[in-house]
């Protein structure tokens, strides 16, 4: 279980996170979803440690972040975070000399479902193949949770439906994933748990089919009624 | 396979619903395989949890057994198809009487193009 | 620990290979331009003895008078051999910058996928530190093959009776410059190189401040190392300051500053780790 408990965190005067506090659990896949501000990627970024939190604790199964973490949590990023001259083969290598969790046999599973070319080089490569690039670096390691940052932003309507697949393949399997997005709809069926933030704060953390049954609303109508009302 | 999903029901009934017509409808014989959870979840783009939800409620209702480390299969047991065939109907049969409620018309006439429809659609499927 | 040593060597083995083409370009750039040099140079004095000879019909030894006898050490005295390490040392300067800029600049981000290395992230730190050293040796290494391959091309282009025979070595140690750069004083090279780590130390403090707090950070780094020099530079300045010459003797100001030095240095490395660790931001 990812946990953040009351993180605050400033960007010189303007707080982005002012309290926020969450679960992201094993085996689930939660979404955090607002419809603008940085605070998501923040966030995300926080968990890795890729940026300090002023206030506030965040825990990986009740550890913090260290070096050995990054063997049990990925994060993908919606930059391109390989070097551009590299061919994704050379990326692959890459990984695979540096992180004990690489996995070869799912890496080029990945590269054929994906349908990726290993000798292309990534600054070659279309923005939707190297978004698809990103999600294969983090995907194939054999980790618990995977942090995924606006997987579909700017990405053209094929590779949208080819990532929205990951979700309910294998790929996935049994691993906590924690996702940002501002566009849900296409995903609504995709997720156990929403998180609604705005302005630095949660609205409202709930479980999508839970709220179908209980309360026969989507999520979108549940968004409707927090940013609205 | 393609399901349209309602956004405001729950999908683990929306799937369970999917089976039970495949069921009734005999496009899924007793004793067939059922798609695993993954697949499924795979092919309907829906949360594998959710799938697993339909599947133990579907469980429950004996409409799919599962024998330890073999993939489901639909029930053979008469008693629980009937039983399915039944709340089937009864389901539809509220459905539609509810639907022509505001209409004042005797049954006999109703009966009569209950008949003349099933006719039609009947020569249409051949 | 046999671990870490290993992601180091990795680690370094890739940053090496990130600043061959840089490095390439610098060691050619000496070598071409101190092997002008070591043409051009000989042959215009010849020219002008040359010149000399013809206009005044004069003899070597009243042309040697004139303009003076031409040794390597002549040679090594120009621009021809100063430009290019004047140019090596502000390279590598700006290569110490580059080499953390160039991970969040331009398209890709690859602070993170470095951050995210399962690694102490002072190995990645190390990894920068040494491949600059690795640069500062490669570009002196580069600088002594050369001086060995001018030394035959000058004493050819100089007719005997101008080339004042003065051995390779001599001309090395009679230059200043070779002094500081070159292992000829095992005590000057250990001062030399120990002021340029520690120098380097700062460097990487000063750039880390930045990643981790932005603006606040350079005003932050900026004081940072004038408090550094200031320490550093003050016992040096002290007898001046207080009128008084004898204050320490020259292996006592030798110590102090070793001590000052190395304080210097591992407090920057100490910032370091807890800004790398704990402050940086991609």
Redesign the interface.
Known sequence: MIELKNVHKSFGRKQVLNGISFTANKGEITCLVGVNGVGKTTIL?AI?????VKKGEITIDGETMS?????KVA?I?D??????QMTVHEAMDFMK?????WNCKRAKEIVRFFRLNMTDR?SDLSKGNQAKVNLL?GLALDVDYVLMDEPFSGIDIFTREQITDVFSSRLVEDRGVLITTHEIQDIEHLLDKVVLLDDGVIYKEFNAEEMRETEGKSVVDVMREVYNG | MNVSFNKRDPIYLQVMQYFKRLIVSGELNPGSEMPSRRQLANQLKINPNTVQRAYSEMEDQRLIYTETNRPSRVTEDPSVLNQLKKEWLHHAVSTFVAAIEPIDIPLNDVVHLIEEKMHTRKKDKQ | MKNSLH?LL?LTNFELERLSKFLFTLMGLTLLINLAGYIYTPTQYMGRINEYLTQNSATADEAVKAFGHFSFYTVTNTLWIGGPIALGISGLLFYSVFIWYREWF?????A??L???????MTLYFSKFIVIFIGIFSLIATQMVSLFIGYPIVSAIIESPYFRELSLIESIQMNPLFLFFFPLDFGYFVIVNGVGFVVLLVLFTVILMER?FGVKGIVLGIVYSLIALAAVLLPLFLPDLLNNRYLLYGSELMIIETILLTTVGVLSLFMSRHLIN?????
């Not at chain 3, 951050?115 to 992230?121: K, N, T």
């Open positions: 970024n890795m440690n890729l940026t300090p070096p050995a973490m990054y063997n994060f990023p930059v391109a975070i390989m070097l551009p000399d540096y992180y004990s969790s990534i670096m | 992601t990795k331009g398209k890709n981000t690859f993170y996928r951050l995210m290395l399962p690694v102490s992230r981790s704990k402050k940086i931001t991609v």
